[in-house]
Structures are given as structure tokens and as C-alpha cells.
């Protein structure tokens, strides 16, 4: 069951007497997030708006419209960080889950028995039972590792588009395992690290290997790589979400690819979707500097829709070389 720290919005809202503010969370907490959201204004005598929108992560904030809500502080919950504020008004508030995965951890023996050193990574919400899964390993025998973290990401923690604690220590580990329901994550690690890795998940009590998901994705990845190289008119997207606005790196791929004979659009955009691409029938291919994960397993385009380490490889193909294991990175922005 997910704990979000209601005491702490609170004593924020007790410190800081803000007239209004906004609440945004993932979509699976919503409706306790609605239900903190009415206690706020039952306890306070002030207005508490709700984000309806979907909320991925800490490169999905609402600090940009507090100003335009009127509102004074944004609590953004459940992506907990090294950070506890980003910009001028979000606020992070954490939101565990208490679930335990002592009995995921027991089916997943066997199976990890055949490996030596296992990396222990997670999510936000499961943050509290790394510890909890480095000592049961360890009083079963196998050595396990947690990653140092690394700019937002705490020890253990990995992102969707994030594997530092993991892939820093490909080489010390034989295998990982992701302790949550996220195949999302787990399939990042894998894809991030090469090694095999598992995911653990404490509701359903499932032991998943993510090599064919792994293997499937990143041949996928590489293909559309290639489909890429015939293009002639590229769309590069800038994302238009808070913490996805890289339009250094735009800029820096558009001069490349032009210097290698490609003519290039600047496209901004909040939602990068197919429908919203079709309106832009003369371009061959796209690039998108936002969230890789939306190239590499998000929705089917009917045109190659490039992540950041894909229009890297292609370039690399363009220059006569090899791509490379270009997903094999800490960090595929």
C-alpha cells in the first residue's frame, strides 16, 4: 500500500501560508492524492488544485504553472530524489510503498543461486526495502551490490531514462534484479547494462527475466536506426515538459546532421504521438530530445521517431562507422 507523506505537506503549507496550491502525482496515486488535496481544504481555508495531467517524473514538474494558477508551492508526489525542492516552487514529497519482498525474494533463490553478485536497483516508491533485500541476499549467501547514486538518483535508485547505480557497476555485478512491478524499469536496466537481469514483483509474486523484452526492444531500437539513414527531411522535437527541454542538444544534432547532408526542422512539442506527427507529412524521419523511452519502447510511429543515443548511432552510420552498443549508457539523454 503506497504511504504518501501527508505530514509534510502539511507543515510545508504550516511554514510557508501559501493562498493556493497544486498537487500533481502518477497516475496510480491520484485518488489519494484527490483525497490529500480535500484535507487541505478542510484544514486550511485554501484552495488546492489537483494536476490532471499525467505525471512521469521529476522531468514532469508543474513549476511553471503555479504562476499562471495563481497558486504559491507545487507539491509534486512520489519521485522521491537526492533533491527535496526543484525550481522556485515544487516541492517533492515521497510515497512508499510498504509492500514487503520477503517472499518474492525466497521464489527468486534458485534462480539467482546461479549467479554470485547480484546489483539490487529500484524505483522511487521502493526505495526502503533495498536495504531489507541487500540483507536477506546476504544471509543466503550471494554478495549483493548497490550502485553509489548519482545527480537526482539515490543509492539503488534507477529512472526510466537514469541507470547510473546500475550501470556503474556492470562489471562488479553477474546479474540484477529490479524490486518492483515496473517492467518499464527493469527493461532500462537490462538495456542499460547488458547484464541479465530480473524483475521482482512483490504483489503477484513473479520472478521475470527481461532478456527476450531486452533482446526484442534493442533490435527494434537498431532498426529504426537504419530506416533513419535514407531519410532526407529530419524533424528534431524539443520537448516542451519542464524537465525535458534540451535545446542545446537539438541545436548541436541539427548542425550535425545538416553537415552531413540532411535537411533539418526544429519542431517543439508537449506530447510527442503519431497523431500529432501526422500533421507533418514531408519529413522523413524524426529525432525527439525529450524522454528516450518514448523511441525505444513507447508508442508505434509509422516513421522512425529517433531517441537522443539512437540519432547518435545514426550519425555514426552516416559517418561510415559502426553504431555500437548505443544503448549500453548510464543515461540515454
Known amino acids: 500500500m ?3 507523506d501527508a505530514e509534510r505537506i502539511f507543515k510545508e503549507i504550516e511554514e510557508k501560508k501559501p493562498k493556493r496550491v497544486t498537487l500533481n502525482a502518477p497516475d496510480g ?3 489519494e492524492t484527490l483525497s490529500i488535496a480535500s484535507q ?4 486550511y481555508g485554501i484552495e488546492a488544485i489537483l494536476m490532471g495531467d499525467s505525471c512521469y517524473g521529476t522531468c514532469d514538474t508543474t513549476d511553471d504553472d503555479v504562476a499562471r494558477l495563481g497558486a504559491d508551492i507545487a507539491f509534486n508526489i512520489g519521485h522521491t530524489i537526492s533533491l ?3 525550481g522556485k516552487h515544487t516541492v ?3 510515497a512508499f510503498d510498504d509492500m514487503p519482498f520477503d ?3 525466497g521464489k527468486a533463490l534458485p534462480t539467482l543461486k546461479s549467479f554470485q553478485k547480484i546489483g539490487v536497483v529500484t524505483s522511487s516508491q521502493h526505495l526502503p526495502q533495498v536495504s531489507k533485500a541487500k540483507a536477506f541476499l546476504e544471509e543466503n549467501g550471494l554478495t549483493p551490490v548497490i550502485g553509489k547514486g548519482k545527480g537526482q538518483l539515490l543509492d539503488g535508485q534507477v529512472f526510466g531514462c537514469e541507470f547510473y547505480p546500475a550501470f556503474n557497476i556492470r562489471e562488479q555485478a553477474d546479474a540484477f534484479i529490479f524490486l518492483g512491478q515496473s517492467r518499464f ?3 532500462g536496466v537490462a538495456l542499460s547494462t547488458g547484464k541479465p537481469t530480473f524483475m521482482l514483483d512483490p504483489y503477484m509474486e513473479e520472478i521475470v ?3 527476450s523484452s531486452a533482446s526484442e526492444r534493442q533490435k527494434k531500437a537498431i532498426l529504426r536506426v537504419y530506416k533513419a539513414l535514407d531519410a532526407e527531411r529530419i524533424g528534431i522535437i524539443i520537448g516542451l515538459k519542464e524537465g525535458q527541454i534540451m535545446v542545446r542538444r537539438s541545436l548541436d544534432l541539427k548542425k550535425k546532421l545538416e553537415s552531413l547532408g540532411k535537411k533539418v526542422d526544429l519542431i517543439a512539442m508537449r506530447e510527442v504521438t503519431d497523431m500529432r506527427l501526422a500533421a507533418f507529412r514531408n519529413i522523413d524521419a524524426f529525432i525527439q530530445t525529450a524522454c528516450p523511452r518514448i523511441s525505444v519502447d513507447g508508442e508505434t510511429f509509422d516513421r522512425p521517431v529517433l531517441s537522443s543515443p539512437q540519432a547518435e548511432a545514426l550519425i555514426l552510420l552516416l559517418e561510415g562507422k559502426d553504431l555500437g552498443m548505443f544503448l549500453q549508457r548510464g543515461h540515454w539523454l
Open 103 to 105: 517472499k518474492v525474494l
Open 84 to 86: 527535496q525542492k526543484l
Open 2 to 4: 503506497i504511504q504518501i
Open 209 to 211: 527475466d527481461m532478456e
Open 29 to 31: 496515486i491520484l485518488k
Open 92 to 94: 517533492l514529497i515521497d
Open 185 to 187: 524499469h527493469a527493461l
Open 40 to 43: 487541505i481544504g478542510a484544514k
